[in-house]
């Protein structure tokens, strides 16, 4: 521990008391992610229950020079919360309150400890619910900081859609709002899209201001195994170049077909295979289907089956987010090495084609799912984390996958964010005119550069 981070400690141990924390155990939670990255050790852990005390913390850690890193519910893909140059890891997890919901506007105001589950089970008796499903049960200060999304993106959009306003903890402890209430606004610069996705590097969110959508009156689930993955991406395409408003649309390969056959105890065909969903009014949800069926029966299609029964749509969406678990299972002490790409939808096909492939060559186990709708799609590779000649398969798979991407004009993170593993395609996707702009984005607004140092804006 540096000196500067013992004097920070001192100066913060009456702000927080038995709030701040220095046990091994709980710097070791806060070292990690879900993803593959190094761990690193913060030098203490903070948990804030009042933006005073975020600002409180920040101002101590300003004086002291010392980094800030903040964390939600340690879900993250790409290490972005990990310290690597230590300092004070700030969990939200006490910031964990549903300021307002205001039914008649469909929004919420959140600290940004809320999890997702939280706000939805609040909302249950409203008729309304907050859509952004990553698969997690992520906090919603998390979410927004990395730009979430996942299943429902397709029609709802990302984070970026859903956050209409901040209130954010600056690099100099100071409070900043962004946006509003209202549903649009073309004054002044959006501030608000730049702290959305922003990864912790410019401040801490210390509150949300949050869309709300409607229950549909009902939903209906799908599922249909296709001949190749061709079959199934073309199926997509057309439905979205129809113009149903499909609620969501998940793509799953022979691989985890048969696992989530293993692990979820269901019984599907092992064959690419397409999950739908269907909103709106009972007829509409009708039409939507049959419309859909009649696509992927033209598309090699087979065995289209949809349900409105909630009991059915329930254990089918249940066993598509337990995929992870079902892949995890094949391979005991395995952890799995994740690729996030996002291309046009009209490339998606060629890149999950070339992604199968390159498995199929490697000596590594592995499968590909897509968020179809939105060109999505995520590698995973089966890997023993102590074993350096697997993980470095892993790292040559999903960088090949990622530079098809680009290749293809799309991005090497459709929604895990950049953290540390992507930042070195930074400047292939952005050019060296935006990697520069960002880092005086970053040199504005922190500094002394204590904000989640060695991230985006000081690096790539």
Not at 112 to 141: C, I, M, Y
Not at 218 to 238: D, M, P, Y
Request: glycine share 10%.
């Amino acid at each position: 521990m540096s000196e500067a981070a013992r004097r920070a400690i001192e100066a913060l141990k009456p702000i927080l008391g038995d709030r701040l924390v220095t046990s091994e155990a709980v710097r070791e939670h806060h070292s990690r992610d879900m993803s593959s990255n190094v761990p690193h050790m913060p030098d203490a852990v903070a948990f804030p229950k009042t933006e005073a005390e975020v600002q409180a913390i920040v101002r101590v850690c300003a004086e002291h020079r010392v980094p800030i890193v903040p964390y939600g519910a340690g879900s993250s893909m790409e290490g972005h919360t990990i310290p690597v140059h230590g300092g004070i890891s700030v969990s939200t997890r006490e910031m964990n309150s549903i300021v307002e919901i205001v039914a008649e506007d469909a929004l919420a105001v959140v600290q940004p400890g809320v999890t997702r589950k939280q706000l939805n089970t609040e909302l249950r008796a409203l008729g309304l619910t907050f859509p952004v499903d990553p698969g997690a049960d992520a906090s919603l200060g998390g979410m927004a900081s990395t730009r979430a999304s996942g299943t429902a993106a397709v029609r709802y959009g990302t984070m970026r859609e859903n956050v209409l306003a901040l209130r954010v903890v600056t690099a100099d402890g100071e409070v900043l709002k962004t946006g509003s209430r209202a549903k649009k606004s073309s004054t002044g610069y959006d501030l608000t899209r730049l702290f959305v996705g922003s990864e912790g590097t410019l401040g801490i969110i210390t509150e949300l201001t949050v869309r709300l959508h409607p229950v549909p009156e009902q939903v209906a689930a799908a599922v249909c195994a296709f001949e190749t993955v061709e079959g199934a991406i073309a199926t997509v395409q057309e439905t979205v170049q129809y113009g149903i408003p499909i609620g969501r649309v998940e793509f799953l390969d022979e691989y985890s077909i048969e696992s989530t056959n293993m692990y979820s105890g269901m019984n599907l065909k092992v064959a690419p295979t397409l999950f739908f969903e269907f909103e709106g009014t009972p007829a509409w949800v009708e039409e939507q289907s049959q419309i859909v069926a009649e696509i992927a029966a033209n598309n090699g299609g087979s065995g289209f089956q949809w349900s409105a029964d909630a009991d059915e749509r329930a254990r089918l969406w249940q066993a598509r987010h337990n995929h992870y678990w079902a892949v995890k299972s094949r391979r005991a002490g395995c952890e799995i090495y994740t690729s996030d790409i996002c291309v046009p939808i009209s490339k998606l096909a060629e890149n999950i084609v070339a992604g199968l492939a390159d498995i199929e060559a490697s000596f590594l186990e592995g499968q590909i799912i897509a968020h179809a709708g939105d060109g999505n799609f995520h590698a995973g590779y089966l890997v023993d984390p102590n074993n350096e000649t697997e993980l470095a398969e892993a790292a040559r798979l999903a960088d090949r996958s990622a530079e098809r991407a680009l290749a293809s004009g799309g991005t090497v993170s459709g929604e895990h964010g950049i953290g540390i593993g992507k930042l070195k395609f930074m400047r292939r996707e952005h050019g060296d005119a935006a990697v520069e702009s960002m880092k005086r984005i970053k040199a504005a607004l922190d500094p002394l550069g204590i904000m989640n140092p060695g991230k985006m804006g000081q690096a790539g």
